[in-house]
């Protein structure tokens, strides 16, 4: 078996170690769209909170591809050399939140982000620009 540079394992992956947080958390975004992660938001929230710099917020499908993409988050970013220091809610499958740090991400079910609706804690004009990110039928 030959090494292919197209496949996933040898794709060049960018290195993030020494990385903005806003960096950081656009490579987060990115790869949970590229998983189909849905309802997209990038937050600076460092004037609200102390915990972190930026909320990533999206939506999964079910609890299944909720916890896909919680996995592959933080596989990917390791590759990327940014290590998850937690990751909550695994076992429930309707909000899992993953913490790189400077930057949370909150993965949860419809029903759970609308419940909880996190992006009211942000100040309005909090949300980051990202549509660069974006497909055509996401931008939709």
Known sequence: ???RPDTLENAQVPDLTAAEPLLIAREAAKILLNKKASRMK????????VIADYYVIVTGRSST?????????????????????????????AWILCDFGSVIVH??????????????????????????????????
Do not use: W
């Not at 909720?66 to 429930?92: N, P, Q, T, W, Y």
């Open 1 to 3: 078996m030959t090494d």
């Open 42 to 49: 990038l937050l600076s929230v460092s004037d609200v909170t």
């Open 65 to 93: 591809q909720i916890k896909a993409l919680s996995d592959d988050l933080v596989f990917e970013m390791g590759r990327r050399g940014i290590s998850c220091a937690h990751v909550e809610g695994r076992d429930g499958g």
């Open 107 to 140: 993965i949860f079910d419809r029903e759970s982000r609308e419940y909880y609706n996190l992006e009211r804690l942000a100040s309005p004009d909090a949300e980051v620009d990202c549509t660069d990110l974006l497909t055509p039928d996401e931008l939709n």
